[in-house]
């Protein structure tokens, strides 16, 4: 919702650089406040810039871009194939995250709701395709960035939610300087989206991500990551009057019986 905000009188290319400086300068501060030492070490930072552009610099864009015109409703719930991806991924890439026939139908129904979310996009053509392609690839890079974190060497969270946004910060500086149009006529509702998208979603959200991972798994991550299409929808439509269809209920209804069956599949393993 805030991405739709800032996007109305700010570029994508703006918006995205702004919200990443703002998020390292938050990340810097808890950093040097809690004492912590950044790593010096190549390696390390290379790691770091795999992460940026792949988790942050990249999906940024996309989806800022994408949201010029795509509903924000729509595009949370477009993000909901993130999980699946990720669990794919994990079942390669990952020490204890196999794949089973619960976790494929709890899965499996989460993306049948968003099929039934593509299915108009895709079908408009033009612009309006390649801006949900481009939220669809967004949420690929996302899936590819949780195991990318689950398997680079250990460091403190804010540690390495500093040295990621420190970095996807410097990539986008020369594009930003290159490539962003003059904004002549930001509103303030813009410049206060853009300000709280790089303290909350992107700074303070950065530390949860690394913990959630590192301590949970990145498939865990991504079940709770099916939330997000319906806090999109719910904000969209209250907020910002997007215009609200049965196939978005269906779609809605459809994600939340995906995480059902993947709650109950996990609370019976527990026990």
Not at 76 to 104: C, D, Q, S, W
């Amino acid at each position: 919702m805030f991405t739709a905000i800032s996007v109305d009188t700010i570029d994508p290319v703006t918006v995205v650089f702004y919200r990443l400086t703002l998020g390292a300068i938050v990340l810097a501060l808890v950093v040097f406040a809690r004492g912590h030492r950044i790593p010096l070490q190549w390696l390390t930072w290379a790691g770091f810039l795999v992460m940026a552009i792949v988790g942050n610099a990249l999906p940024f864009f996309l989806i800022s871009w994408g949201q010029q015109e795509v509903d924000s409703g729509v595009a949370g719930m477009i993000m909901a194939i993130m999980p699946l991806l990720t669990m794919v991924f994990a079942h390669y890439f990952v020490a204890g995250e196999t794949l089973n026939r619960y976790k494929i139908i709890g899965f499996a129904l989460g993306i049948t709701g968003v099929i039934l979310l593509l299915g108009p996009v895709f079908k408009g053509g033009g612009r309006e395709f390649w801006s949900g392609l481009a939220i669809f690839t967004a949420a690929s890079c996302y899936a590819v960035n949780s195991i990318l974190i689950k398997r680079l060497p250990r460091f403190s969270p804010m540690v390495g939610a500093c040295g990621v946004l420190i970095m996807a910060s410097l990539v986008m500086l020369p594009v930003w300087l290159t490539m962003a149009p003059e904004n002549n006529s930001i509103s303030q509702d813009s410049m206060l989206a853009v300000v709280w998208l790089g303290i909350g979603p992107t700074g303070i959200a950065t530390i949860i991500l690394f913990l959630v991972i590192d301590r949970a798994g990145p498939t865990f991550l991504s079940t709770i990551n099916y939330l997000i299409p319906v806090v999109a929808f719910l904000c969209g439509a209250w907020f910002l009057s997007e215009p609200v269809t049965w196939q978005h209920f269906v779609a809605l209804a459809t994600i939340l019986g995906g995480i059902a069956i993947t709650r109950i599949r996990v609370n019976r393993a527990l026990h």
